[in-house]
Structure formats: C-alpha cells, structure tokens
C-alpha cells in the first residue's frame, strides 16, 4: 500500500459524524487535512479507501464503480454505528460517489467539491478506445508536487488504466440520472480554475439535483484540487459552516 493510502478516523467529542470520499486513483491522505480540521470543529471523521486505490494501477484495473460504492457504503455504516447524524462530503469522483450515497441513503447533508460531471476536453477522453479494446492499456500519470501538504498527498499512481476511465465515466452517467432523486441539502464547491472536472459541473449539479437547499460556492484562484490548494482554508471554513 502506497503511504498515506491507508484510511483514517479521528474520534469527535459530538454526536455527529463526517465521511470524507477520495477521487479517482486518489487516496485519503488528500483530506488529511480537511478531516482535522473537522475534528477539531467536534465531529468524528471517518475516509475509507475507495476499492483498488491506495496500491497501484494493477490493483485499480481490477475494480468496477460497484467495488467503489461498496467501499463507500462500508464507511456509511461503520460511521453510522458511531454517530446519530451522518455528513457526506466527496472529493472529485469522491463527490460523485458522495451524490450516488445520498440517492439511497438517509444523509443529513452532502457536500461536493469539485466533482467532474464534465471532464475537461485536454485529458483526451475522445481519444479513448472502446472498453473492449482497452485490455491493460494505461496512461502515464504526471507527477504531484504540492507544497505544504501531508507528504502522501503527492503518492500518486504513476499510470491511470484506461479501463478505469471508463467506469469512472460510467459512474457520472448514472449520477446524472440520480440527481433529480436527490434531496438531501446540499453545498457544492468548485475551482474556478479547475482544467480536471469542467466547473460548469457544478452548475450542472445545481440546476438538476431535487434538493430544495442548495448552494453553490465558486473557489477563486484554485484548480482541481481544493483540499489541498492555497485557498484550502477558505474551502475548510465553507464546508464547517454548511455542515454546523
């Protein structure tokens, strides 16, 4: 296991309880830092591993989007046993996983950050081969180097499989069609500058979820990756607020 792919809980003074979802061959050292500082606001925090990350790419290839949700669920209810309200918040993917969760479960509110309903058109997707034709192929992945964050935030995956892509996309498709299901309150955040998930996601998800509470939040000067950007406090502060 890649370090800092291990998932993480940290025990809350309060009756309520937060699960942090990781991205696509993300790991929950990405919301180290979010998750302490939701500690430290009282709540229990719990970020499971997401099925197939955390290792490698072999590991991740033989997953499917049924094995991500599945790692979900095993945090929603190991948090449940713990805490009598349950906060979702999902990073990239993880926001995505995050909106599938609150179509089938009781949730008292979900937050999305960054979450892709439009994949940017620079990372090629129209370029990728039929899911049959994909086998073992892999991309290479480019290197993370952020500063003033936890070191196993930058263990990425060297190479993303290709069959992968395709269930991630496979996963927004029926997100997509869950949303006007949804109506758990909901808080969504993206990176006005984020050439990952297009931020016309987060209009997306605004115009078409069911949920009668909802705000949308735009992060200035930061891309993809909000936990971990400058403006992460800010991020940090917006989420705390929403979830009080």
């Known amino acids: 296991m890649i370090n800092g792919g291990e998932p993480f809980f940290m025990k809350g003074g309060g009756s309520s309880g937060v699960l942090l979802i990781h991205g696509f061959t993300g790991l929950p050292a990405e919301l180290f830092l979010l998750g302490q500082f939701l500690n430290q606001k009282n709540f229990t925090v719990l970020c499971p591993r997401l099925a197939g990350h955390g290792v490698d790419e072999n590991n991740l ?17 190991i948090l449940r ?14 926001g995505i996983l995050t909106l599938k969760l609150a179509a089938e479960q009781k949730i008292s509110k979900i937050v999305t950050l960054s979450a892709p309903i439009f994949i940017d058109d620079g990372l090629g997707l129209k370029n990728l081969p039929p899911k049959e034709f994909c086998g073992n192929a892999c991309i290479v992945q480019p290197r993370r180097k952020l500063d ?16 992968s892509v395709h269930e991630l996309i496979d996963l927004i498709a029926d997100v997509k069609n869950l949303l006007p299901t949804i109506t758990t309150p909901i808080l969504i955040m993206h990176g006005e500058e984020d050439h990952t998930a297009q931020p016309r996601s987060a209009r997306f998800i605004m115009d078409n979820i069911g949920s009668k509470s909802k705000k949308i939040v735009t992060v200035p000067n930061s891309g993809h990756l909000i936990p971990l950007d400058e403006n992460r406090e800010f991020v940090f502060e917006e989420v705390a607020d929403f979830l009080s």
């Open 148 to 163: 003033n964050v936890p070191q196993a935030a930058n263990e990425v995956y060297k190479k993303t499989p290709l069959i």
């Open 61 to 77: 290839m033989r997953t499917t989007k049924d094995d991500w949700f599945n790692s979900v669920l095993d945090g929603f209810y």
């Open 81 to 94: 046993g713990a805490c009598e309200k349950i906060f979702v918040v999902g990073h990239s993917m993880g």
